[in-house]
Nanobody, 127 residues
Framework: QVQLVESGGGLVQAGGSLRLSCATS???????????MGWFRQAPGNEREFVAT????????YYADSVKGRFTISRDNAKNTVSLQMNSLKPEETAVYYC?????????????????WGQGTQVTVSS
């Protein structure tokens, strides 16, 4: 059983920063460096959308155009964690943010490529 647990969400003013973390556990996660990881978000009334992804060794990252230059995804394979540093947050980025583990080592923005998902953490950006 693979578990992904997000933390770090909360209420922040527009222009502020938050750092989300995703802790992973479970035997399938096993060789941590094997799988790419991603962050997605879903705002009320909207479909879940891609935010950022990182390859298994951390060498490749992709970001949604809307967050480029403001968000940074990183991973610590020794600690089985992946993080998302979010700066200059905007009210429209209020959403539940999800951590996910891919089925492969390659960074990808395709949701169907992700096999495991966390329960999400709420991020609320006030104007």
């Amino acid at each position: 059983q693979v578990q992904l647990v997000e933390s770090g969400g909360g209420l922040v003013q527009a222009g502020g920063s938050l750092r989300l973390s995703c802790a992973t556990s479970g035997r399938t996660f096993g060789t941590v460096s094997t799988y790419a990881m991603g962050w997605f978000r879903q705002a009320p009334g909207n479909e879940r959308e891609f935010v950022a992804t990182i390859s298994s060794n951390g060498g490749t990252t992709y970001y949604a155009d809307s967050v480029k230059g403001r968000f940074t995804i990183s991973r610590d394979n020794a600690k089985n964690t992946v993080s998302l540093q979010m700066n200059s947050l905007k009210p429209e980025e209020t959403a539940v943010y999800y951590c996910a583990r891919s089925r492969s080592s390659s960074a990808t923005y395709y949701q169907n490529s992700y096999a495991y998902w966390g329960q999400g953490t709420q991020v609320t950006v006030s104007s």
